[in-house]
């Protein structure tokens, strides 16, 4: 088994996986509910983009925006070939690493009510739902979560 490490990386080298993920939302939730960063904006400079290399391969992924008080976590994603190895998790806790260490201390996501294993994944991970925040709107398809980060 080889080295699985967790990096910053241009979301450009990713393309094939956040496709992936806009395919698989676009099955779960109609275009209106669906709210998928561009990778020009996962390019954007309050963006942290991560994933998990495997060899050369990049295997999962996830970003964060630090925003005016709070962090959204956004594009998190494991293909089914290599879920059940940690690495949603990983990338999470990395993720709020970034935040704490831009002395952000809010740690807000939105998903969807179908997307179970996830929401699972965040609840064990200290996320509790939370309202709408920053553009987002209340949505029947959306569930708003949110964690406090210590220093």
């Given at each position: 088994?080889?080295?699985?490490?967790?990096?910053?990386?241009?979301?450009?080298d990713?393309?094939?996986?956040?496709?992936?993920?806009?395919?698989?939302?676009?099955?779960?939730y109609?275009?209106?509910?669906?709210?998928?960063?561009?990778?020009?904006?996962?390019?954007?400079?309050?963006?942290k983009?991560?994933?998990?290399?495997?060899?050369?391969?990049?295997?999962?992924?996830?970003?964060?925006?630090?925003?005016?008080?709070?962090?959204?976590?956004?594009?998190v994603y494991?293909p089914?070939?290599?879920?059940?190895?940690?690495?949603?998790?990983q990338?999470?806790?990395?993720?709020?690493?970034?935040?704490?260490?831009?002395?952000?201390?809010?740690?807000?996501?939105?998903t969807g009510?179908?997307?179970?294993?996830a929401?699972?994944?965040?609840?064990?991970?200290?996320?509790?739902?939370?309202?709408?925040?920053?553009?987002?709107?209340?949505?029947?398809?959306?569930?708003?979560?949110?964690?406090?980060?210590?220093r």
């Amino acid at each position: 088994m080889s080295l699985i490490e967790i990096k910053q990386i241009n979301p450009k080298d990713a393309e094939n996986l956040i496709r992936e993920l806009d395919e698989y939302q676009s099955k779960l939730y109609p275009p209106e509910s669906c709210h998928l960063d561009s990778i020009e904006t996962l390019q954007q400079d309050n963006v942290k983009f991560l994933g998990a290399v495997e060899s050369t391969q990049i295997i999962a992924i996830g970003s964060v925006k630090i925003l005016k008080g709070y962090g959204e976590i956004k594009r998190v994603y494991v293909p089914p070939l290599h879920r059940g190895k940690g690495l949603a998790k990983q990338i999470l806790v990395n993720l709020e690493s970034i935040l704490v260490e831009n002395e952000v201390y809010i740690s807000r996501l939105e998903t969807g009510p179908y997307s179970q294993d996830a929401i699972g994944l965040y609840k064990k991970l200290g996320y509790a739902e939370c309202g709408a925040f920053g553009d987002y709107h209340d949505d029947p398809l959306s569930t708003f979560m949110e964690k406090k980060l210590s220093r």
